[in-house]
């Protein structure tokens, strides 16, 4: 369950459906498949949501949508990864300060919103563990798909994984350092914002939190 719809998660969920009918019209059928999993993809995380109990901010579910949508429909339906150099590079960026996130939300929530139950710097490098755990299953998985099916996931393969490597360590370090200040009692600009937001909507797995 969400807070409220999400606008950009619905805009992209109907450009998704009109390329799954245009592909249809015009024998497109790779951009069919493309769509319709980038569609389902989409819709899992209120799914999940909503089986866990979590209410998700509307700025949660518009990233992971975006992200689904970047990565399946216009990195391989429409070649992004081969058109810009750095798509895959901000992708992996980004996806890794997101898991950050989730990884010291998910933390916090085993505390039950204590922040005095471990020092802050130990809830922080348990994050950024959670988010290069995340990367490197996901190169594995790479490497599982190219050797089983004969796909090109990795590109160029040891360079490709290595900068994937060093923006998942760069990604999942802001997202803990985030987590991080959030404990003291500072903000990361967004960051924080969104942490603060989760935490609203899902007072009820942080019962012990205290306002400051």
């Not at 805009?11 to 999993?37: N, Y």
């Not at 429909?73 to 898991?99: K, M, N, T």
């Not at 760069?170 to 997202?175: C, I, S, T």
Request: charged share 15%.
């Amino acid at each position: 369950m969400t807070e409220r719809p999400a606008i950009l998660a619905g805009l992209i969920r109907v450009a998704l459906l009109a390329a799954v009918v245009t592909g249809v019209l015009f024998g497109r059928w790779s951009l069919v498949f493309v769509g319709l999993a980038a569609f389902t993809l989409t819709l899992l995380p209120q799914y999940f949501a909503y089986w866990m109990g979590v209410r998700l901010p509307r700025s949660f579910l518009s990233g992971i949508v975006f992200f689904i949508f970047a990565t399946i429909f216009l990195g391989e339906a429409f070649d992004f990864y081969e058109r810009y150099w750095w798509w895959d590079i901000a992708l992996h960026f980004g996806s890794a300060v997101s898991f950050g996130l989730f990884g010291f939300l998910f933390i916090f929530m085993l505390f039950e919103g204590d922040r005095y139950a471990a020092p802050p710097w130990a809830v922080a490098f348990l994050s950024f563990c959670v988010a290069i755990t995340v990367g490197a299953l996901w190169e594995i998985f790479e490497f599982g798909m190219d050797q089983i099916f004969g796909l090109n996931m990795q590109k160029s393969g040891l360079i490709d994984t290595m900068y994937d490597l060093i923006m998942d360590t760069v990604g999942g370090a802001l997202g803990a350092c985030a987590g991080y200040l959030y404990l003291k009692g500072k903000q990361m600009g967004g960051l924080g914002g969104a942490i603060e937001e989760f935490i609203r909507l899902n007072r009820k797995f942080f019962g012990k939190i205290r306002d400051r």
